[in-house]
C-alpha cells in the first residue's frame, strides 16, 4: 500500500519561506518511482504542476514559481523549497509519484494525469 505523506505547510507573511517534505512509504522503488512532483489546488481551481523531477534528475517548474521554488530528495523524502512567497501562492499542496510514462515536454511533466500516487496536502497560506 504506497503511502504519501506531507508536511511543512503553514501560514506564512509575503516575502517569507517554507519547505515542504513529503515521505513516502510501502512500496518498492522502480525507476519511475523517482519520477516526483509537486502540485496544487487553490478554492475554486483546478489543481497544477508547479514543480516536477522525472527519473534522471530534469527538474520542470510552473511559470509562476520557477525561480522561487526549488524541488529536491533525498532517499524516500520529496522536498519543495519556496522562497519570497506571494499571496497567490496559498493553496493546498500535493506531492506525487510514481509516473506512467516518461514526459517527454514541460507539460506532460507537470501534467496531473502523468502521476499515480498522490499525498493528501499540506496547506500553504500567504498572507
Known amino acids: 500500500h504506497v503511502q504519501l505523506v506531507e508536511s511543512g505547510g503553514g501560514s506564512v507573511q509575503p516575502g517569507g519561506s517554507l519547505r515542504l517534505s513529503c515521505v513516502a512509504s510501502?512500496?518498492?522503488?522502480?525507476?519511475?518511482?523517482?519520477?516526483m512532483g509537486w502540485f496544487r489546488q487553490a478554492p475554486g481551481k483546478a489543481r497544477e504542476g508547479v514543480a516536477t523531477?522525472?527519473?534522471?534528475?530534469t527538474t520542470n517548474y510552473a511559470r509562476s514559481v520557477k525561480g522561487r521554488f526549488a524541488i529536491s530528495y533525498a532517499g524516500d523524502t520529496v522536498y519543495l523549497q519556496m522562497s519570497s512567497l506571494k499571496p497567490e501562492d496559498t493553496a493546498l499542496h500535493y506531492c506525487a509519484r510514481g509516473c506512467r510514462d516518461t514526459p517527454r515536454s514541460a507539460a506532460q511533466a507537470l501534467a496531473r494525469s502523468l502521476y499515480r500516487y498522490w499525498g493528501q496536502g499540506t496547506q500553504v497560506t500567504v498572507s
Open positions: 523531477m522525472d527519473s534522471v534528475g
Open positions: 510501502g512500496y518498492r522503488m522502480y525507476a519511475s518511482d523517482y519520477c
